[in-house]
């Protein structure tokens, strides 16, 4: 017994050595696998503030750039405004009801909520954006976030009370399903790590005839994202000899390297689609019912 | 000013420079993230004991981790970074801790040469640790040696600058004070 206590002290500054990296590639491959760690919630609060104070002082120098988006997304969506519409060869002209909603038929599907982006990186092969909206703001896991000119960012991965994680599209575990608008053909999107100012995308046929410039979109599969915003043009296409698809380079629409104000996106059925995902799984993956 | 404030200090700066300035800069390229923050670990006195040496170290890597949200991953770096500080400062200046003229490793204490190579050899050890960590994740073999070689050059191209900017201006030790 008295050795083994001779020993633990003989070797003590290793044995710390050794508990300090347990301690730490535990924080890195829990998180690296499900997007947690301990007393995260804690340290995102703690950056959060940091952030909050740079952030005012980089606004300073972004604020131009942010109020051009801003007014051709304003300019966009002003266009569409139903005042802008006559009906010209008749008497009858367009008016609208009291009642501006109609509250009969329609369901709410998709919730967007504005955020300052507090903290973003292009440099990593893992980038991560912060935002000062958090779950007191409503915001939760799995949403999906937008550049103020409508390009696609990414999704929320991490909540504390007054902040939260965004993994951004340049991150090399991202997936998103995507869709080139003119040919309909459903491809996944991804990162290879290489250079922040493309994307890469994959699973397009061969047979589809792109061009350049293109229109990717967010496809119809996500649980995350409203389908048909945008993702990005095709700044290159790379045909695959060994295989019968594309590899295509994507430019982002999203400016990552001038990330300021962003939109969260809320998918009001994101929880009725999951459960109804699991049911199914469980329903079919049943071995009782197997024998139908 | 105290040792202690004066490292608190710095540690804010260290992790504050890297988190604002360098990890904002534009994209160079793939290979090339530009570190310094370790350069508080090689700045720390010469008499630190090695279980603080750890314990500090440790929560320097932390407390950057928690900016790039990868938990974990600077720590295990910086707390190998910590435990083989006092090897190297042993073989490039063998001598106890009470007989160095200055409290902390600089060119001036050690002279440039030993003060590079012991920058160098850590500074190796540290992004070796820390590259091959996010290989395991992601990445081929060939970049993981490349990425390995530009980061520390790039690393050790800040440290010199540091050094020549910064001169620590440090009183010589003698045994009346």
């Known amino acids: 017994m008295r050795n083994i206590f001779l020993f633990i002290r003989r070797f003590f500054t290793f044995f710390v050595f050794l508990a300090l990296q347990a301690v730490a590639l535990w924080f890195l491959f829990s998180y690296n696998k499900f997007h947690q760690a301990k007393g995260l919630g804690v340290a995102n609060e703690i950056t959060g503030w940091f952030n909050t104070r740079y952030n005012t002082l980089e606004d300073f120098f972004t604020m131009r750039e942010e109020n051009r988006r801003l007014l051709q997304m304003n300019d966009s969506l002003i266009n569409l405004l139903p005042s802008n519409f006559i009906v010209s060869d008749t008497t009858i002209t367009l008016t609208r009801d009291s009642i501006p909603y109609d509250t009969t038929g329609k369901l709410r599907q998709y919730v967007w909520r504005e955020a300052q982006v507090l903290y973003n990186t292009v440099n990593a092969d893992k980038n991560y954006v912060q935002i000062n909206r958090g779950s007191n703001h409503g915001i939760q896991d799995h949403m999906g976030v937008f550049s103020s000119d409508g390009g696609l960012v990414g999704q929320v991965v991490n909540v504390s009370p007054n902040f939260s994680q965004v993994m951004s599209l340049l991150h090399v575990q991202n997936k998103v399903n995507v869709l080139i608008r003119r040919t309909n053909s459903t491809g996944t999107l991804y990162w290879d790590g290489r250079d922040p100012r493309f994307l890469n995308l994959k ?90 | ?150 980061t520390s050059a790039i690393s050790m191209l800040l440290i010199i600058a540091t050094e020549m900017l910064f001169p620590r201006r440090m009183k010589f030790r003698t045994n009346i004070a």
């Open chain 1, 203 to 292: 699973d397009i046929p061969r047979s589809d005839s792109l061009v350049l410039g293109d229109t990717i979109v967010t496809g119809k599969f996500s649980l995350s994202f409203p389908p048909g915003y945008l993702v990005g043009t095709i700044a290159e296409i790379i045909p695959d000899a060994s295989t019968n698809f594309y590899v295509l380079k994507i430019r982002p629409t999203a400016n990552f390297n001038n990330l300021q104000q962003v939109m969260v996106v809320e998918n009001l059925f994101f929880n009725d689609l999951k459960t109804l995902e699991k049911e199914t799984k469980r329903k079919v993956d049943d071995p009782k019912r197997s024998a139908r």
């Open chain 2, 1 to 150: 000013m105290s040792e202690l404030l004066r490292n608190i200090i710095r540690f804010t700066l260290f992790i504050l420079v890297q988190v604002y300035v360098l990890n904002k800069i534009p994209h160079l390229h793939r290979f090339i993230v530009p570190y310094l923050y370790f350069l508080f670990l090689l700045w720390l006195p010469f008499g630190i004991s090695r279980i603080g040496l750890l314990v500090v170290g440790f929560l320097t890597g932390l407390a950057l981790d928690f900016f790039t949200m990868t938990p974990g991953l600077h720590a295990a770096a910086c707390v190998l970074l910590a435990y083989c500080r006092p090897f190297v400062i042993n073989i490039l200046t063998p001598k106890d801790p009470n007989e160095f003229n200055y409290r902390e490793p600089s060119p001036r204490a050690m002279g440039w040469t030993p003060y590079l190579v012991y920058a160098l050899v850590l500074t190796i050890v540290h992004h070796g640790y820390l590259v091959l960590l996010e290989w395991l994740s992601f990445g081929s073999f060939f970049g993981f040696l490349v990425k390995v070689a530009s």
